[in-house]
């Protein structure tokens, strides 16, 4: 099949030679350095596909499907399937090495894995092999690393060279050739099916410009290569488990970039981009070691690179970092992307995908070849990682992290499982301990000690930071997951007090306890899972009302405190017969993980009556999302897997170009993410604001909040002027981006004044709430002084980079805005509170939002 577009002619067959890759389909041997032999009875990816690499995009199911094959076929290769997608694709890894290697490989991983401990008497480091991890496609839509991954798999399998089986002999070789199957396939498809024949280098073509929200992402659309931190989905536990059984020493993360780049490879950035919990060996010594061999196989194939610039190596939670907290070596790779077939490009002239995996296939087989060399150093290096990191914690002031919140069983059960995830040891606490201002207590508490060989990773979750050698990142400059989750929690420096281990999150308390009530059933909102139990009762017909102000109860279970939020539900104002209403009660128990309590009076020990006003009938919420072309899909995608995956609540998503045809009247909430609306305007407009008026409730997050605000829908709410210039004199041209990068906010964490009494944040317990800030939007403070439900502190900083000019405008800003048009409500939420899907602690200020919204009245200023 001819590569190029004959109306091009002469000019592209030249910019196709100038980047090394021939004019026509490419066969086997172009991929792969002079001199390999391979054996003729394992197909090659074209034999098996029945296509030549790169002339079309590889479905997933085929990837898989050429994995069992190799396995089908060589004694080197074993095939498994480590867990499944939301979209039920399969994950798959194919295990090469020499047959004898295969004969004994759980031995293999036992040894390897006994090693590592501090403390074991290791097998000796020249009878172990080194154990790599060749790791493609975290991003759907970079599609070349996945296609590499195939030919990498077949060199592996079917390579005869004396070269290959040695390394074979020396090393234990996992390759998961697709890390996103859902996005991956998503992308295929779209490139394959706007193919050309022959094929369209113009980037303007629709193969080159894919619809939103791309394939990029997974099935929620999510960034996965964020995930390995947060572990929100099921692509990340599936990965991290197995990366946790074999440690491998060698990971890499195999990535696409602009057309108009080049190639990536490390080192990163010097010092500045470097996590400084790590060995500083591992950058200046180890990384350099195979740095060499990848530049020598890019040299061979004249293709252009560049090292020790933009990306970095700060968060854990990339496919690149997170392998270095358990010792190995995690790499980043990225390619000039074509995104489709061939593509013209400004600094190669067309850029084809054949070239594009053929650079990921020769980097990948110098890693293999860099790691065998380098067998024994990565070993030790490795062993010596978690000796060290126990060696640190025994200088380290800290000695352990005790937390826990007293009133919220769901969100210390959902942190536990975090924790324990990552094989941190955690235990609980078997005694009283006051700290940080919080009052700790056995059962509701549990404690984590520095003196682990995790040590580095335990930092990584509770330790603010403050002090960074350089002020521009590439993702986030703090990622301190205790305050992500809102948990309470305080350093403990003296002796640490330790009950038993923990092994697993403990079970709900108090469920399937409670007895047929004749009065109400009550429900504390202070729970993380309440909001589920809520919505599973008024989806089935069950009337419930909401407590506007605390209140004691006599219950079951003795007289109980009751926060506001809490729900009542009271027996003889159902449709629903009373054991029905019990059997439903229980069904929400089950569901939620939350208890429920029974009362038969409605005279309270405290605060309100059950019949008072206080108590406020609810609605099941009709929800409206927009999505598509120009709404953020990462801020769509993070409130769609939370109402999905944790509360069980459906939503209507509706693509911003069919808005204009919504009607309105069918939904009480309109959600409206990050994003740009200018397709609401003129009459459209006029209709969100009628319906706003009329008892709608608008949710606007970040720069929707920004529109809300400039469109006249939140009449007591301003925008901020834009603040005071920097006076900077005279500056080098070179600095430009430095300074600018200097001032920008990316991703820090900051401590707000929380109003617990206003409804969107009924059920929080502290008027103390750490939020997230990546964004420089400022809002002017409300003309309304009932307005702002939460505002940054006077000294707000918690975590994070920050200028000093930013962190004065920052001091006493609002992050949390309810305002009023008409009988509706506005919700501004200018910080995101469902950011990366584990902002467990502020998950409920949207989830109020929801429920509550329609209850926002604000009082008139005095």
Avoid: C
């Amino acid at each position: 099949m001819n590569l190029l577009n004959p109306v091009r002619g002469a000019f592209l067959l030249l910019a196709l030679l100038s980047v090394g890759a021939p004019a026509g389909a490419q066969t086997t041997n172009y991929f792969f350095p002079d001199g390999q032999q391979f054996d003729p009875a394992i197909p090659s990816p074209e034999q098996f596909l029945g296509y030549e690499i790169g002339t079309h995009h590889t479905r997933h199911d085929r990837i898989v499907a050429y994995m069992q094959e190799l396995a089908r076929l060589s004694d080197r290769a074993t095939y498994q399937e480590i867990g499944r997608t939301y979209e039920l694709r399969p994950m798959p890894v194919l295990t090469v090495t020499a047959p004898a290697n295969h004969a004994r490989l759980d031995e293999i991983r036992r040894q390897h894995m006994m090693s590592t401990e501090p403390g074991t008497d290791p097998v000796p480091t020249a009878e172990r092999k080194v154990i790599v991890h060749l790791g493609y496609g975290v991003h759907g839509n970079e599609t070349s690393s996945s296609e590499a991954a195939l030919l990498t798999a077949y060199w592996l399998v079917a390579g005869q060279t004396a070269e290959v089986g040695q390394f074979l002999s020396d090393g234990v070789y996992h390759v998961e050739p697709v890390l996103n199957p859902d996005g991956r396939d998503r992308h295929t498809h779209w490139a394959n099916m706007h193919k050309s024949t022959p094929f369209v280098a113009d980037p303007l073509d629709r193969e080159h410009n894919e619809v939103w929200p791309g394939g990029r992402t997974n099935h929620y659309w999510y960034d996965l290569n964020r995930d390995w931190l947060p572990l929100e989905n099921p692509e990340s536990r599936a990965r991290i488990d197995f990366h946790h059984a074999w440690r491998p020493n060698v990971v890499t993360d195999y990535h696409e970039m602009g057309a108009n780049s080049t190639y990536f490879f490390e080192p990163s950035k010097p010092y500045r981009s470097w996590n400084p919990l790590l060995p500083e060996r591992l950058y200046t010594d180890i990384t350099l070691d195979f740095a060499a061999h990848w530049a020598s196989a890019l040299d061979e194939i004249g293709s252009l690179y560049f090292t020790k610039e933009v990306y970095d190596n700060m968060y854990p939670g990339y496919g690149s970092s997170y392998p270095n907290f358990l010792g190995g070596l995690g790499l980043v790779f990225e390619q000039a992307s074509a995104r489709g077939h061939i593509q013209e490009s400004t600094r190669h002239g067309v850029l084809t995908f054949p070239f594009a995996i053929r650079n990921h296939v020769r980097t990948s087989i110098a890693t293999v070849r860099a790691a065998v060399q380098y067998r024994e150093k990565l070993l030790d290096y490795q062993r010596d990682f978690f000796a060290s990191a126990l060696r640190e914690a025994e200088r380290f002031p800290v000695k352990a992290y005790v937390f826990g919140d007293p009133h919220d069983n769901g969100r210390n059960r959902a942190f536990l499982d975090l924790l324990l995830r990552h094989r941190l040891d955690v235990y609980e606490l078997p005694q009283a301990v006051r700290a940080n201002g919080h009052n700790f207590e056995p059962g509701r508490a549990w404690v984590v000690p520095t003196l682990q060989p995790k040590f580095r990773m335990v930092r990584s979750i509770f330790e603010r930071t403050s002090e960074y050698a350089d002020s521009a990142f590439y993702d986030a400059s703090t990622w301190t997951v205790s305050l992500a989750y809102g948990m309470p929690d305080a350093e403990l420096t003296g002796r640490v007090p330790l009950g038993a281990r923990v092994t697993e999150p403990p079970a709900p308390r108090g469920l399937g306890g409670v007895p047929v009530s004749s009065y109400a059933y009550l429900l504390d909102w202070s729970d993380y899972y309440a909001p589920k139990a809520l919505y599973h009762l008024l989806s089935n017909g069950v009337r419930a009302e909401a407590a506007f102000e605390p209140f004691t109860a006599r219950t079951h279970v003795g007289d109980r405190e009751y926060a506001r939020g809490s729900i009542s539900i009271p027996v003889h104002a159902q449709n629903v017969e009373p054991q029905r209403l019990h059997e439903l009660v229980l069904e929400a128990e089950r569901l939620a993980g939350v208890p429920f309590q029974s009362t038969a009076t409605g005279y309270s020990a405290g605060g309100a009556d059950l019949g008072s006003g206080s108590f406020r009938p609810l609605d099941v919420p009709r929800i409206l999302m927009v999505i598509g072309d120009g709404v953020s899909s990462a801020e769509a995608g993070q409130i769609w897997h939370m109402l999905d995956t944790k509360f069980a609540i459906p939503m209507t998503k509706i693509d911003s170009n069919d808005f204009g045809r919504a009607d309105l009247s069918r939904y009480d909430v309109l959600v409206l993410p990050s994003g740009s609306y200018g397709f609401i305007s003129g009459t459209r407009l006029d209709d969100v604001r009628r319906w706003v008026r009329g008892g709608g409730t608008l949710i606007a997050l970040r720069t929707a909040a920004q529109w809300a605000v400039a469109n006249d829908l939140a009449p007591n709410t301003k925008l901020s002027p834009a603040g005071d210039t920097i006076e900077l004199g005279r500056r080098d041209y070179a600095d430009a981006a430095a300074v600018r990068a200097a001032q920008a906010i990316g991703g820090s964490i900051w401590m707000t004044d929380l109003d617990i009494t206003h409804p969107p944040a009924f059920g929080y317990q502290r008027r103390e709430l750490p939020v997230w800030r990546d964004h420089s939007l400022f809002f002017a403070p409300s003309t309304n002084p009932y307005s702002t439900v939460a505002r940054l502190t006077d000294e707000p900083h918690l975590s994070g980079y920050i200028s000093a000019r930013n962190l004065d405008r920052l001091r006493g800003s609002p992050s949390l805005l309810a305002d009023q048009l008409g009988r509706g409500s506005v919700i501004l939420m200018l910080d995101n509170p469902n950011f990366r899907g584990y902002w467990y602690g502020t998950n409920r200020l949207f989830l109020n939002a929801l429920f509550f919204g329609r209850h926002v009245s604000l009082p008139a200023a005095p």
